[in-house]
């Protein structure tokens, strides 16, 4: 069946340009296209109409790639649980509804246009120390690493973080607590990463300090996450950071 | 007009002497060296932060060159390579199944039908168990078993179980793996990155790779880098089809443009069709979704044996089911190749068989698996896979079959490079899906991952040094250069044409039709015909576009239309090239498949007497016919068998 729909739309030319909502009739919308296949019908009509499609972030479109996403009748992705918005269907919505499109609203993310934002304070995180230190080429043998399954499982639930910003999105604080425990908790539950488990957690809550909000525990951003992280993350990352602050275990060589 | 051709290069391999398993290892220490001292004396541009980029510019930052890396998503973490589901290979044999260096180098020959070279495909198998290694220490959550020891499974037919894997998000792990280290080194400052930036013109200087023009797709600056290198990890061109597999980014560009600037582009025809897609579902399709091959170790494929039954699945009994695969191909049943599973189907369908409302896919049944393992077991090996396919179609796969029909997937052909990695131009290198290494005529699964991981973290990061060392003292070229400037202005008319047209028709219909016209005359099955009308389509259709393409906007701003435009521009010369190619190629190997060379059970047939070169083409100036450069496969190792699989 197809759908009729009225969308408002977030539109802004430039970063510094001022926005505003801008309404759209999207008529005869598939059912089984995906809401991103439907923006893409609503901006192929508004081209041949003379007018600006409506840029968004998007690539891989299977929800894995985190480019996508937009704040959905103010929802981050919208209001299916653990999905993201391209792996969102319109089956999800009836005929004749409004939908407000907004893009992610965060200080750390400002707007260069329309839904687009400029997310690269989570890469800036990362780079304060959410990695291994592991030269190309030293590495020892796969299997003389024993990781109980457990741990692995854990880790891996943790690092299925596909770095969208949904969480921040959904925070009223702003914050980036869940992005960031995301990935101290993927490596500190690691043997690999025990060597600079304090340092990571330290440099990259501090990093996180500098551009984010701060965490109240509204667990709005769990609720908000595609791929259901889990807020516990969040304390065994406050965790790690006291220990860490505690004594400064950098100069114990970081064990412990 | 007479446009002087170019003169006809003269491809070398480079292929080191000594036995193939002792070739990578001599060669190694013949390259010369970079003194740790010397390494931030060299630039090092690398385009596309995906595996094989971001290990590449990772690993080079580390041992002390300045990188800069480019990539058009807003950050390194996105590349499309982060969708690889299935897994990644390696010869570890810790299955002890009997799995060695020797097997994946055979393996992955034959599995390319014969049309890859020897010393490449065996360094690649050599340097795989490495790859893993290294990735685990980076702290790549891979499967493991109670014990803690790494888990491993088979995958797309390989009878031993060599494939790596995280749940099904194998590339996303190992990418953030490549991305958390290349995060490092720009905390170091070894490496500067470029997210949303797209090149869109490389400088060659008297014959050297010198630079590239690149575009800030947020403000639309053009601006100028020059290196002592260019590596080009872009990826590949399957969204030449407008419907594939790939992210909706995937481009030819930046392999394009260095095409025109005198690259040869080898096996362009070569296209793989992954055979377990969900299958189109109306005209707003923008992009297919695979599921992963991993999904027929449990999965049996089948239609209805009478073409005319519209019963619901459940309800036609076992007997009135045409379980072909298994039919056909009693050895490998299921699991035969890629190229194999998706003619299949696609003869199924074309003969009417196709299942679901628009008839247009064949069932992949986990009803025995789950009555056999149970639905707990099969939920722990393909949930995530399963939840994605009830997300996109609405059915629930536990209790319906999947519905699945093969899509454009992955692109084996790719910019000629030699054992060294790098182009006939001097100064380029091109490492991962962008280049036609190892694949030869049809990639096997878990094996995309392994290439771009070993070109990246091994094989370039020791060939690099061995062309910079003679440059030693010396400085990039000027960015004032006119190599630059005549650069930078193709660029900017090539945008102003495209924003002036102001024409009737968006790019993405231009696109659609591109890739509608490539995927029936050029796609699954090829004949002299479809391939010749194709060109004729294809052509007409560029005319067009470049007389009625619509892009709205400016330069001056972040505009999706206009970075889409530039990519379909490149592809419409590709894919003519690819007919070209298809139609030259008067055999059937691996992933190409004419209707004129097939065996009498409607297999494929090589033709190794006449066709077992790898075919790299020349630029010729805008609308000449390339010029065809032949490199020979010899094979001294293994000797070519047609393959079989029943
Ligand atoms: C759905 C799917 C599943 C897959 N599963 C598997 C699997 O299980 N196992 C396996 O081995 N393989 C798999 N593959 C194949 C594999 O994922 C790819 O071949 C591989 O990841 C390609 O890596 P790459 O680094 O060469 O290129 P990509 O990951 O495509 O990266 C290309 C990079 O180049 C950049 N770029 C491109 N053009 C430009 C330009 N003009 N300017 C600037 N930057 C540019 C992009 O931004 C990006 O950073 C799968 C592929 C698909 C589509
Ligand atoms: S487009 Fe990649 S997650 Fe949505």
Redesign the interface.
Known sequence: MALNLTLRVWRQ??PEATGRFETYEATD??E???F???L??VN?RL??D????I?F???????????CGVVINGRPHGPLER?TTC?L?M?HFTSGDTITIEPWRASAFPV??DL?V???T??GI???G??????????????S?????SA??T??DA??C??CGACVAACPNGAAQLFTAAKVS??NL?P??QPERWSRVSDMVDRMEDYFGSCTNYTECEAACPKGISVDFIAMMNKDYLKARFKDRRRQGQSG | MTVETPPQVDLNAQIPEGPLSDKWQNHRFKMKLVAPQNRRRFEVIIVGTGLAGA?AA??LG?MGYNVKAFCF????????S??AQGGINAA?N?KNDGDSVERLFYDTIKGGDYRSREANVYRLAEVST?I????????V??????????DNRSFGGAQVARTFY??G?T???LL?GA???L??Q??AGTVQMY?RHEMLELVVKDGRAVGIVTRNL?TGEIDRHSAHAVVLATGGYGNVFYLSTN???SNVTAAWRAHRQGALFANPCYTQIHPTCIPV??D????L??MSESLRNDGRIWVPKSPDDTRPPDQIPDEERDYYLERRYPAFANLVPRDVASRAAKRMVDDGYGVGELKNGVYLDFGDAISRLGRDVIEARYGNLFE?YE????EDPYKVPMRIYPAVHYTMGGLWVDYNLMSNIPGLFVTGEANFSDHGANRLGASALMQGLADG??VL?ATLPNYLADMLGTTPESVDDPAFAAAEEEVRERVNKLLSINGTR?V??FHRKLGKTLWDYCGMSRTAESLTQAMKEVESLQEQFWSDV?V??DNE??N??LEKAGRVADFFELGALMCRDALHREESCGGHFREEHKTPDGEALRDDDNFAYVAAWQFAGAGNEPCLVKEDLNFEHVKPSQRSYK
């Open positions: 030319a430039r919308i598939s089984d296209s995906s991103l296949e439907m893409d019908v192929e081209s041949d003379g007018e600006e499609p840029a972030d998007h690539d891989c479109r299977e929800g894995i790639c985190g480019s999905t792996q269907h089956r260069l246009r687009v400029d997310r690269s989570l890469d990362v780079q304060a959410g990695y291994v230190t592991a030269p190309t080429g030293a590495a020892r043998d796969a299997n690493i024993l990781v109980p399954k692995s499982d880790a891996m690092a299925e596909i770095g993927h490596l690691l690999q990463g | 290990s990772a690993t580390e998503q807003d950050s390194p973490r996105r590349a499309h982060i969708a570890k810790y490495q893993i290694d290294q990735c685990v220490a980076q702290g959550p891979f499967a493991r078993e109670y014990g803690g020891l790494l995280a749940r998000q590339g996303q792990q953030l991305y958390q280290a995060a490092k720009i905390d997210p947020v992210a909706k980014g579902s109306g707003y399709q923008s992009k979704t695979l994605m997300k996109i179609t609405g973290y091994f990061p968006s993405d219909w619509r709205l906007g701003s972040l999706q239309s």
